[in-house]
Nanobody, 121 residues
Framework: QVQLVESGGGLVQVGGSLRLSCAASGRTFNSVMGWFRQAPGKEREFVAA????????AYANSVRGRFTISRDNAKNTGYLQMNSLKPEDTANYYC???????????????WGQGTQVIVSL
């Protein structure tokens, strides 16, 4: 069992930055951490993922070049640095853990509770 706790969400103006954190505990985490987001009335969508072993990353086209996913092995924590934020980035952001590098949410086995990001004009 893996427990995931997100933090770092909040209210930010257009063009601003936020850094989300996802602390993993429980079983040794050594697979894939993904970030997803869900806006009101919309489906959950893939944002980014990182493979723990070699830091290989993947991004959604909508965030590539603005968001950066990273991890700190020693702290068992993943991060999502979000720059140049846009109103359409407003959503609840969730981190997830799994064993496969994929954009498909149901392939991830563990989920955090989510953290809200609001980007205001």
């Amino acid at each position: 069992q893996v427990q995931l706790v997100e933090s770092g969400g909040g209210l930010v103006q257009v063009g601003g930055s936020l850094r989300l954190s996802c602390a993993a505990s429980g079983r040794t985490f050594n697979s894939v951490m993904g970030w997803f987001r869900q806006a009101p009335g919309k489906e959950r969508e893939f944002v980014a993922a990182i493979r723990w072993s070699d830091a290989n990353t993947a991004y959604a086209n909508s965030v590539r070049g603005r968001f950066t996913i990273s991890r700190d092995n020693a702290k068992n924590t993943g991060y999502l640095q979000m720059n140049s934020l846009k109103p359409e980035d407003t959503a609840n952001y969730y981190c997830a853990a799994g064993y496969l590098m994929t954009v498909i949410a149901r392939r991830y086995d563990y989920w955090g509770q989510g953290t809200q990001v609001i980007v205001s004009l």
